[in-house]
Nanobody, 128 residues
Framework: QVQLVESGGGLVQAGGSLRLSCAVSGRPLNSCDVGWFRQAPGKEREFVAALKWRLGNTYYEDSVKGRFTISRDASLNTVYLQMSSLKPEDTAVYSC?????????????????????WGQGTQVTVSS
C-alpha cells in the first residue's frame, strides 16, 4: 500500500520560508512523478510543483516560480518543497501526490484528478 506522509507546515510571516517534506513508502518511484498541490479555503485544489523522479526535471505553477523549489532525496524516498518569499496568498493546505508516469518525457499532469496517490495534507499559513 502506497503511503505519503507530509510534514513541515506551520505559521510564518510574509517574506518568510518553510520547507515541506513528503515521505513516500509502498512502491519504488523510478517510474513516477511526484508533486505538490494546494487548496485554499473556498478554492479548488491547484497544482504547485512537480518533478519526474527518474530524470529530476521540475515543473512549477507560474505564481511560485523563483520562490518555491521542489527536490528529492532518492535514498529516503522523500520529496521536498522549499518555499521562500512567502505571501499571504500562499496560505493553503499543501498535499503531496504521486502518479505513475505515462512516459519519461511526458510532463506531469497539472490536474489533481489525474494523480494516483495522495498524502493527508499539511497546513501552511502566511500572516501579513
Amino acid at each position: 500500500q502506497v503511503q505519503l506522509v507530509e510534514s513541515g507546515g506551520g505559521l510564518v510571516q510574509a517574506g518568510g520560508s518553510l520547507r515541506l517534506s513528503c515521505a513516500v513508502s509502498g512502491r519504488p518511484l523510478n517510474s513516477c512523478d511526484v508533486g505538490w498541490f494546494r487548496q485554499a479555503p473556498g478554492k479548488e485544489r491547484e497544482f504547485v510543483a512537480a518533478l519526474k523522479w527518474r530524470l529530476g526535471n521540475t515543473y512549477y505553477e507560474d505564481s511560485v516560480k523563483g520562490r518555491f523549489t521542489i527536490s528529492r532525496d532518492a535514498s529516503l524516498n522523500t520529496v521536498y518543497l522549499q518555499m521562500s518569499s512567502l505571501k499571504p496568498e500562499d496560505t493553503a493546505v499543501y498535499s503531496c501526490a504521486v502518479v505513475i508516469s505515462r512516459s519519461v518525457l511526458t510532463p506531469p499532469p497539472r490536474t489533481s484528478a489525474n494523480w494516483d496517490y495522495w498524502g493527508q495534507g499539511t497546513q501552511v499559513t502566511v500572516s501579513s
